[in-house]
C-alpha cells in the first residue's frame, strides 16, 4: 500500500501557514497537445457512460418534476439546455485547469425538492430561489468555510453516506433483471464475461460492451419507444424571477445545503477515494457561479456529482483520468443545443436499461465506499450515517444525507473518542 508522502509538522511554537483560499492546481493546466497524449479507450468509454449515465435517469426526473409543476416544452427544454451547459463547461473547465476528472451536473435531490414546492409555489417564485441560492452558495464558498467542515468529518463516515446513496444502484440490478431480463440479462451477462476474461476486456472495456449488449438488446426487442416529434434545437428561455418571503424561506437554504454537502461532499470524497485531491473550496465558488448561470435558464443548481465522478474515476490510470471528464464535458456541451432530441431519445429507452447501466457502472464505486466507511475506524459513526441516510428522513426540507452525516458525526464523538484520538488518514491512499 502507497501513501502519499504526508507533509512535514510545524516546528514547535511555530504557527502553520494558513491554507490559501482558491486551491492552487498541482500541474500546469492540460493543453491541447496533452490532452491527445493522455486520452484512451477506457478514458473516452467511461466519459460516454458518465454522460449516458447523467443524462437519462436524471433528465427523466427533471422532466417528471417539470411536467407536473406544469412547465411548458420551451421551459423544459431551457432547463435541459442550461443543466448541460453549465455542467459540461464548469466539468472541462475545472478538469483541464487542476489535471483532474472534476465532474459538474446539477443537484437531483435539489430537483426532487422542488416537487411539493411547485405545488403551490409560482415557477418564477422558484426561480428566485435558484439565483438566492446560487449566491449563497458562492458566498460560502468565498469564505473558505465548506473546505474547513469537510475537513472535520471523517472520512469513513462521509463514505459512509455514499455507500447508502449509491446502494440504490446496486439494487436498481436486481429488480431491473427480474422486471426485463430481455434487457437487463445481456447486459449483466456481457459484464460478467469481459470482466472474467481480461483478454477480452482489452479489447472491449466491461462497461462500453455493456452498453453495447443492451443497446442490441433494445433494438431486438422493440422496446424503443419514440414520442412525437418536436424541436430539434434548444432555444433558451429566461424565466423573470420573482423574489417572495415564502420561496426563499422553503428552498433557498435546503437548496443551498443539499448542493455543498450532500452533492459536492459525495463528489468530494468519491474523488479522494480514488486518490485525487480535489478543491473543495473552488467547488463551491464553481457550484455557485454555475448556479447563477442555471437560474437565468431556469435550471436547478449546479454541483461536484458523486455518481459520475465515481464512473469518470472508475478505471485508468489516476494521472490521465481527467480525460475521461474531458470526454464527458465535451458531450454535455455538444447536447445541450440538441437539448429537445436528446430529451426524447432517452425518455424513449426503457428504463431497465438506463437502471441497469448505472448500477454496473457503479458497483465498484459502491464496494469501495463500504469498505472505507466500516474496514478500519468511526465503524459505529459510519453505520449511524448510514441508516439515518438509507431512511430517507425528510425533516426540514432538509435532504436525509445532511441528517445521515450530522447524526452520525454526533454518535461518532461521543461514543467512538479512541478512534478521534488516534492520527486521521484524510489524505488519499493507494489500494493495492
Known sequence: MRQFPQKPPAATGAAQAPQPLLERPALRPAGARQVLRDVGRPYLSNGLIGFIFTASGPIA??????TVAGLTQGQLASWVFGILFSGGAATVIMSLLYRQPLGFAWSI??????????????FPEVVGAFFTSGALILALGV???????MDVVPMPIVMAMVAAVFLRFGTDIVVSTQANP?????MVAAFVVLSAVPALGRVLPPILGTVLAGCFAVAVSGQFTPGEAGPFLAAPVFTAPEFTWAAQLELMVPLALTVL??????GTAVLRAANHRPPVNVFAIASGAFSLLNAAFGAVSACVTGPTNALLTSSGSRERQYTAAVAYGVLALACAALAPTLTRLMVATPTEFVLTLGGIAMLRALQHAFVTAFATTYTLGSLVTFVVTLSGIDLFNIHAAIWGLMVGCTISRLLERADYSEPRRQEPVDHP
Open 143 to 149: 469564505t473558505g468555510v465548506i473546505r474547513r467542515i
Open 109 to 122: 435531490p435539489g430537483t426532487v425538492l422542488l416537487g411539493p414546492s411547485l405545488e403551490h409555489l409560482s
Open 261 to 266: 454537502f450532500v452533492q459536492n461532499g459525495q
Open 61 to 66: 426526473v427533471t422532466l417528471a418534476i417539470g
Open 182 to 186: 430481455g434487457i437487463a440479462g445481456p
